[in-house]
């Protein structure tokens, strides 16, 4: 166990800086193969966003909007408590900026006003049993063949490889959201609680989970599309299974590397789903209740691979998800975020479909297509700054919507200390639909700068 302890600080190293080491970490005994590491990272938005027609901000009518916010503020701590126990706690805050993500009931001017004082929540909380660890604890040599079981508020998700995304070391500077198909509706920040197994037969790695998820109770319409409405909601199931053709990726936590920054040679393929029976509802025109399953299924592949001499580190990071969704008939969720903006109760022009502020059509029942690719440049001659220009482009043909959307997003990465200090710029590109023919009636931007430091 303490060579598969030494293999997780290593995948840490590897996409940060030297002087990082082990981290914040107290070994209990002398190999270290009992210990406590505990990791706390900051992310900063500063942003200028074009706002979707009719939108207000504290009253105020928007077309265009300045603000600077924590988009996640988190401490994770894990213990190794023998060689084959482990825990992992994970707290922190989101989307705080000067009008929202305030504690609930929050309002108004004052020491509870808007934005203000937000409640830290777990993300995640985990327990786990090694019944065959990846590192044969006497011997210290590796084992072909693994299997962990756990159970907890975990995200050990089905799906894709991004739907258990690091939040620490994104290509781009965020995820696209939709890697999380219910996000804060039937999850707990793309958590649940829920008994998964995990593991590795040779190179195919594998997650699976049972899970129970969060209740929902949205009201459908008469005639409507479906909602997330799931009564006492059915058990759902997921997997994620890929196959590591180069080096072998760490799997004692399950946040997924978006870049290792030219540090490891990596080309997997995956696939994954995601089954939850009765998840939403919808209501005939004749009022009759209908049920309908959330069927989610995933592709995808990922490569990340140094390029050129090895003495300028150049590296290639690419990856492309294909998603087939089915919520249910006519199934739509707008999402927008760190979003600032709400309805303005005064605008005569035509509001778009996707509501105020940022809030772009996310998800829905149909099929989804997301590409990134980034190039690291080579070192300087202090070795220290590193640029990674990146850019990516999303593809959403969904059943409600008359028109496929496409959506682009392009900028760099700075590396002061690789994820550990950098700084992102990126300008993204959202289509906005007609709320009555669904189609797309104009395009807005959004322009957000990131300064990121994790320890």
Not at 4 to 12: H, K, Q
Not at 175 to 193: G, H, K, M, T
């Amino acid at each position: 166990m303490a060579a598969c302890t030494l293999s997780a600080i290593i995948n840490v190293q590897a996409q940060g800086g030297a002087n990082y080491g082990p981290g914040l970490r107290i070994n209990i005994n002398e190999d270290g193969s009992r210990y406590l590491r505990m990791i706390f990272w900051g992310q900063i938005w500063a942003r200028s966003s074009e706002q979707n027609p009719g939108t207000v901000i504290n009253s105020d009518p928007a077309k265009n909007a300045l603000d600077i916010g924590a988009r996640r503020l988190r401490l994770l701590a894990m213990a190794q408590i023998s060689p084959r126990y482990l825990i992992v706690m994970h707290a922190g805050i989101n989307n705080q900026s000067f009008v929202i993500g305030g504690a609930s009931g929050s309002a108004g001017t004052g020491g509870y006003g808007q934005g203000k004082k937000p409640q830290l929540f777990f993300h995640d909380v985990f327990n786990e049993y090694a019944i065959l660890p990846s590192i044969n604890p006497k011997t210290l040599k590796p084992n072909r063949n693994s299997l962990y079981l756990g159970a907890g508020l975990h995200y050990w998700w089905g799906l894709s490889r991004m739907t258990s995304a690091s939040t620490l070391n994104f290509l781009m500077i965020d995820a696209p959201v939709f890697n999380w198909p219910l996000i804060e509706n039937s999850d707990q920040f793309a958590r649940q609680y829920g008994i998964y197994i995990k593991g590795a037969l040779g190179k195919l790695h594998y997650q699976m989970h049972l899970n129970k998820p969060f209740a929902t109770n949205l009201a459908p319409a008469s005639g409507g599309p479906a909602i997330d409405n799931n009564g006492n909601s059915k058990a759902a199931i997921g997997g994620y299974y890929d196959l590591q053709l180069f080096d072998q990726e760490a799997n004692t936590l399950p946040y997924r590397v978006g870049s290792y920054i030219g540090s490891k040679k990596v080309l997997n393929i995956g696939a994954g789903f995601y089954h939850n029976k009765d998840g939403t509802r919808s209501i005939t025109s004749d009022a009759i209740t209908r049920k309908h399953n959330i069927s989610l299924q995933a592709l995808d592949v990922f490569a990340d691979i140094p390029v050129g001499d090895k003495a300028k580190n150049m590296a290639v990071t690419a990856y492309s998800v294909f998603y087939n969704y089915d919520f249910g008939p006519d199934y739509l969720r707008s999402v927008g975020i760190m979003n600032t903006g709400a309805v303005d109760p005064q605008f005569t022009g035509t509001k778009t479909l996707e509501g105020p502020g940022n809030n772009r059509i996310m998800m829905g029942t149909g099929n989804i297509w997301y590409t990134q690719a980034g190039l690291l440049l080579p070192k300087g001659k202090s070795g220290k700054l590193r640029v990674q220009p990146m850019a990516a482009y999303t593809l959403k043909n969904l059943e409600a919507l008359n028109q496929s959307g496409h959506y682009y997003d392009i900028g760099s990465n700075f590396f002061l200390d690789g994820h550990h200090s950098r700084i992102t710029l990126q300008y993204s590109s959202r289509p906005l639909y007609h709320p009555t023919s669904k189609k797309v009636m104009e395009r807005a931007g959004e322009l957000l700068l990131q300064f990121q430091v994790y320890l």
